[in-house]
Every structure is written in structure tokens, then in C-alpha cells.
């Protein structure tokens, strides 16, 4: 294993180009739920159910609870080593990017420089009008909730309380919690078109991703002669666009390195000899794998 991990590290000081592709696993580390491992969000919650602009126009209230939910999760942990790892060689490194399918505006709070970090699903700290005739977004810091008024009502003389909410913060990871029925009027509305809601600016089940975030990807990866190198972390390789940019770094003559806690027949799609899977907690491996070039990680 020592091997591998100084062949890896041989190879990155020699490469040019590096690009890190990110999913779930990579906040795993943090105490963040991935969606399909074990203990997976989609496997307590049937993500069409609340993941899907159908959902949204069927169900607002539950889907920006779920939402509210997930920013309140978010909010609650830290980013973990991995997530300063790739920050540090960002910051090292301007020929680095990161492209991450996670939301959680973790490698945001790791000081990950914004113009090397490519969102490819958004953020749950985002919103964004849901009428397709209005062009309404907003982007978030991430200390207050944008919108207030799903500060649940959590007080004892609220009827839609239930019992199990009242006893802790709501928490909908046990799906016996019934969810009060936030009325259509107090949820957040557009500030610009007056009309429509405002939903997360997450990239939903069946949604194409933001343009500008995909072309500014795609420019990336075309517009450069060679990517010498990609680094797969935590992701189970399912969703495209996302898990097509291993394909198309290939392509572009780059070696690649895996790090994941499982080893599928997905996430081992396509490797080739010289390629390298570290298999393991990406909060451990990253930083030793990134030692060279950012030293010991001091800010833990
Ligand atoms: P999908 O199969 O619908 O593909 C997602 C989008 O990528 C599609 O709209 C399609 O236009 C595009 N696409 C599909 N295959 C492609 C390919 N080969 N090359 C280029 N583009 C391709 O994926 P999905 O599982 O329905 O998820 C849709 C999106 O929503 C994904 O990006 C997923 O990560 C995201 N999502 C986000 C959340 C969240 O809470 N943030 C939850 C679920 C899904
Ligand atoms: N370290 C490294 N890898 C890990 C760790 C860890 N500590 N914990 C879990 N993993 C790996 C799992 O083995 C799995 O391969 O992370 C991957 C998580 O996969 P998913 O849960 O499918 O998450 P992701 O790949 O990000 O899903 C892609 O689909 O649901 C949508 O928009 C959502 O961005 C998400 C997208």
C-alpha cells in the first residue's frame, strides 16, 4: 500500500493538470449521510419523493422541510480532513480544480478557493425561483437559514407539532415523524416575480444541470490539451453528467486515482493498468495521499 500511495505521489508532482471528482463519501467523514451506501439518505427516504421538481410541485411544504433538514444537517458538522486536503492543493495548485456533486457547502467552509470549485449540483445554502420564466437565484453564506420562515414551530401550543417533535429538533431520518403541513403562503416566494415559490438551488432527480455550471466544467476539460491526472472520491459513479468526467478525463490521456470506501463494479468502471484505488475513508487517505504537496494538515 506504501507503494502505491509514493507512486501516486511521485506521479502528482510530475503532473500538470489535476482534477478531483467528489461525491457523498467525501463528506461522509464529517457524519454527513450519502445517498445510496448504508445508512443512505435514499434508503430512509424515497428520494423521487422529495428530490424531484414533481415532488416540488406536488408537495412544497415536505420537500423544503426535507431540505430545511438537510441545510440544518449541513450546518451542524464540519468539514473534515479530506475536504481541507483538496482546499490546500487548490490553493497550492492553479492548474487544480475540483468538480463536486455535493451541496452541502462543505468544501466552501474548508477555504476551497470558489473559482477552482465547481458545484455541479448546487447548494443547499442556494435558492432559486421555480418558475421557468423567471431567472431569480440567490446564493447564501452559510450561517442563516434563508428562509426564516421554515423555522419550524416547534412550540407546545402549535397543533401541527407532533409528539416526536416535540421532544427533540425535527428530524425526519426516522420517517415515523409526521411532518406538519406548512401552509402555501408560508413558504418563501420569488422577491422578483412576485409569483413564484422559491425552492432549493440543488440540481433535482431528472434535472439538467445549471448551464453556466456545465459549460464552465465542459471548458475545463475540453479546452485543456491534457488532464495528467483525476482523483475519484467518494462517489458511487451512478449520476451523470458527473460520473462521465472520469470517461472524458481518460480520454485526455489522465491516469486515475480512486478513493472509496467500497469497491464496486462501478466504481472500478474502466481501470486501467497504472491507475490507483485507494480503498478506505477518504478523511484519512486524501491528506496522506496530498502529503507532499500540502505537508501536515494543520487546520483540524
Ligand atoms: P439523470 O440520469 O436524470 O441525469 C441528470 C442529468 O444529467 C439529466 O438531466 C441529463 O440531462 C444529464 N445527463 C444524463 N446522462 C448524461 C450523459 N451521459 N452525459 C451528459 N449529461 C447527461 O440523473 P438523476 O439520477 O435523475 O439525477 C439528476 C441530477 O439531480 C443529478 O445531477 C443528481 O446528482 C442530482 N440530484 C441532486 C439531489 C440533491 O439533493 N442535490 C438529489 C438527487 C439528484
Ligand atoms: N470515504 C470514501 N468513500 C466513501 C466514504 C468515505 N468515508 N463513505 C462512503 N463512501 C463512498 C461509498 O462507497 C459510495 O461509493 O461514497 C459513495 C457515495 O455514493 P452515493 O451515496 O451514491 O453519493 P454520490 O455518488 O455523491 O451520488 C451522486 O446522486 O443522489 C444524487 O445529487 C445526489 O450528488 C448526488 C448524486
Not at 415532488?55 to 458538522?77: G, T
Request: proline content about 6%; overall charge neutral; hydrophobic content about 40%.
Amino acid at each position: 500500500y506504501r507503494a502505491e500511495v509514493q507512486s501516486f505521489r511521485d506521479y502528482l508532482k510530475s503532473s500538470k493538470r489535476v482534477m478531483a471528482l467528489c461525491g457523498a463519501g467525501l463528506s461522509a467523514a464529517s457524519g454527513l449521510p450519502t445517498f445510496r451506501g448504508a445508512g443512505g439518505l435514499w434508503r430512509t427516504h424515497d428520494a423521487i419523493s422529495l428530490a424531484t421538481p414533481e415532488a416540488f410541485r406536488i408537495n412544497p411544504s415536505l420537500v423544503w422541510q426535507f431540505y430545511n433538514y438537510r441545510r440544518h444537517m449541513a450546518l451542524n458538522v464540519k468539514p473534515n480532513p479530506a475536504h481541507y486536503a483538496l482546499a490546500e492543493l487548490a490553493k497550492k495548485r492553479k492548474d487544480f480544480i475540483t468538480l463536486t456533486q455535493n451541496v452541502d457547502g462543505l468544501s466552501p467552509r474548508a477555504g476551497h478557493p470558489a473559482e477552482q470549485l465547481f458545484p455541479l449540483h448546487g447548494s443547499l445554502f442556494d435558492v432559486k425561483c421555480s418558475e421557468f420564466f423567471c431567472d431569480y437565484a440567490e446564493g447564501n453564506n452559510f450561517t442563516d437559514p434563508i428562509v426564516p420562515a421554515l423555522a419550524l414551530p416547534l412550540d407546545e401550543s402549535d397543533p401541527t407539532t407532533t409528539e416526536a417533535r416535540k421532544a427533540k429538533e425535527l428530524d425526519i431520518s426516522d420517517a415515523k415523524v409526521l411532518l406538519p403541513e406548512l401552509r402555501l403562503d408560508d413558504l418563501p416566494h420569488c422577491p422578483k416575480c412576485k409569483k413564484g415559490l422559491l425552492r432549493p438551488g440543488v440540481v433535482w432527480f431528472g434535472e439538467r444541470l445549471p448551464e453556466k455550471t456545465l459549460s464552465t466544467a465542459e471548458d475545463w476539460i475540453i479546452a485543456s490539451k491534457k488532464i495528467d491526472l483525476i482523483i475519484v472520491i467518494g462517489t458511487s459513479s451512478t449520476v451523470y453528467p458527473a460520473a462521465g468526467y472520469t470517461d472524458r478525463a481518460r480520454v485526455k490521456g489522465a491516469r486515475v486515482a480512486v478513493v472509496n470506501m467500497e469497491r464496486t463494479e462501478k466504481t472500478t468502471q474502466g481501470m486501467r493498468e497504472g491507475d490507483w484505488y485507494f480503498q478506505g475513508d477518504a478523511g484519512v487517505i486524501l491528506p496522506d495521499l496530498l502529503k507532499d504537496e500540502i505537508g501536515e494538515l494543520t487546520v483540524l
